[in-house]
């Protein structure tokens, strides 16, 4: 709780509550800043290096604002990304490439099929997976993946863990002055829904409205994820903790799952 007694709450502010992210977008960058997606990107690329031969196509679902997509398209990839908030999608378009290999973007939702055909590679990082709350959400996410990889394609996400929930989010308040705005931060878990909530209230320096986002995620068990994996098309080859290789546990924060198609 760092910062949160010292900067106070702009007052007479209209409250406006809007869809995840959709505001968020504007100031994820920054509010992400100390996230490394180079090596999460090089991560990624030796995980499936030990489970696949080559690959050349790389989709990134889930992408975000195209931090991880920027670096996977400058090692020499060939990337496309997907996010379902349109806000998102737009920073990741709009960001600058020195490479050649700029990705392609494209709108959609991580339970339908995206608009690409046998990739190499399919990955959905950083917790977007445990926006999915259900078990049938997860298996349309599954499937949907099976339609876009290829027959010895290899499919790599992480979840964020129980562990992480109770230690770092439950309870957690944080305020951050980020360019333009205030950005107010509270987190709790519910242990028996396993649900998470994340709360964002965003104040922007520019207007007289306060941003309400409210995040809701489901922590699944190791356990789960590896049923839904193989009662949906996919074999799983690894769990592994972290950002390592070794093999992961509920006492991870993070845990990578890597599967192919059956
Ligand atoms: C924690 S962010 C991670 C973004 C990006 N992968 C990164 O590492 O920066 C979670 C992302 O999941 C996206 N998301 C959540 N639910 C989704 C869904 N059903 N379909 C597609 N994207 C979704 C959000 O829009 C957001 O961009």
């Not at 100390?34 to 489970?51: C, E, F, P, Q």
């Not at 046998?118 to 917790?127: A, H, P, R, T, W």
């Not at 926006?131 to 290829?150: A, C, H, P, R, T």
């Amino acid at each position: 709780m760092p910062l949160y007694n010292k900067l106070k709450r702009p007052q007479s502010r209209h409250k406006k509550t809007v869809p995840p992210y959709s505001r968020l977008a504007d100031y994820y960058d920054e509010v992400m800043s100390h996230v490394n997606y180079k090596n999460w990107a090089d991560y990624l690329i030796d995980a499936a290096s030990r489970n696949i031969r080559e690959f050349e196509t790389v989709t990134d679902l889930a992408c975000g604002t195209g931090r991880l997509a920027y670096y996977l398209a400058e090692s020499g990839y060939n990337v496309t990304g997907v996010d379902s908030v349109e806000s998102m999608v737009d920073q990741a378009i709009n960001r600058q490439y020195t490479g050649n290999r700029k990705p392609e973007y494209f709108t959609g939702d991580l339970r339908h099929p995206a608009p690409v055909k046998n990739q190499d590679l399919v990955v959905c990082i950083y917790d977007s997976i445990n926006y999915l709350i259900n078990e049938i959400d997860v298996g349309k996410f599954l499937s949907s993946v099976l339609q876009i990889i290829s027959k010895k394609g290899l499919l790599i996400f992480d979840c964020s863990t129980e562990q992480n929930s109770l230690s770092h989010f439950n309870g957690y308040e944080a305020v951050d002055s980020i360019e333009d705005a205030l950005l107010f931060r509270r987190a709790y878990y519910d242990r028996k829904s396993r649900i998470q909530n994340n709360l964002f209230e965003i104040y922007p320096e520019e207007d007289n409205n306060m941003y309400f986002e409210h995040h809701i995620q489901r922590i699944w068990s190791i356990q789960k994820i590896k049923e839904l994996i193989k009662n949906n098309g996919f074999q799983l080859m690894a769990v592994y903790g972290g950002f390592t290789f070794h093999r992961g546990s509920e006492s991870d924060d993070r845990v990578q799952f890597i599967a192919k198609p059956l």
